[in-house]
C-alpha cells in the first residue's frame, strides 16, 4: 500500500498576498482557489514537478501564521533555482554546500521557513 503526501496546510495572514508570493517570485502553480462560504477559502499551490501541494486560505486551521513546521523542496539544479528565487525578488539565503546537499532558504511573508535542496548523490538532483 502506497502512502502519499500530498497536501500541506501553511497558515499565512494575508491569502491573496501570500498566493501572489508563491505563484509570481517562488513559481507554484496555482491549481485552485475557492471561496467556500464567507468563513472558507481554500488555495491549492503546487510546486512545478511535485505531487505535494499547499494548501492556504481563510478557515483551514487553528494555527498561527507563519508556523509551520520547516518546510523543504529538492531541486535538480540549486544555481537555477537561487537565479529564479533572486530573479524574482525573494528574499534568499546564498547557497551553502554541505555534505549532504546543496541548500538555499527563504521565507514567505509570513515567516513560514523553506529549505530548497539539491541533492548531489542523486541522479538529475
Keep these: ?10 497558515p499565512v495572514s494575508d491569502v491573496d498576498r501570500a498566493k501572489d508570493f508563491y505563484v ?7 491549481d485552485y482557489d475557492e471561496r467556500v462560504n464567507e ?4 488555495v491549492q499551490l503546487t510546486p512545478p514537478g511535485s505531487a505535494c501541494s499547499i494548501a492556504i486560505g481563510e478557515g483551514l486551521s487553528e494555527a498561527a501564521p507563519g508556523t509551520a513546521p520547516n518546510l523543504q523542496m ?4 540549486i544555481q ?21 546537499g ?10 513560514n521557513r523553506w529549505a530548497v535542496q539539491y541533492i548531489p548523490s542523486r541522479p538529475n538532483g
Design 1 to 10: 500500500m502506497d502512502w502519499k503526501l500530498e497536501l500541506v496546510f501553511v
Design 24 to 30: 509570481n517570485k517562488v513559481g507554484f502553480n496555482a
Design 39 to 42: 468563513n472558507l477559502r481554500f
Design 74 to 77: 529538492v531541486v535538480g539544479d
Design 80 to 100: 537555477k533555482a537561487y537565479d529564479q528565487l533572486k530573479g524574482n525578488g525573494v528574499d534568499c539565503s546564498e547557497i551553502q554546500v554541505l555534505d549532504w
Design 102 to 111: 546543496h541548500f538555499v532558504y527563504f521565507q514567505d511573508p509570513d515567516g
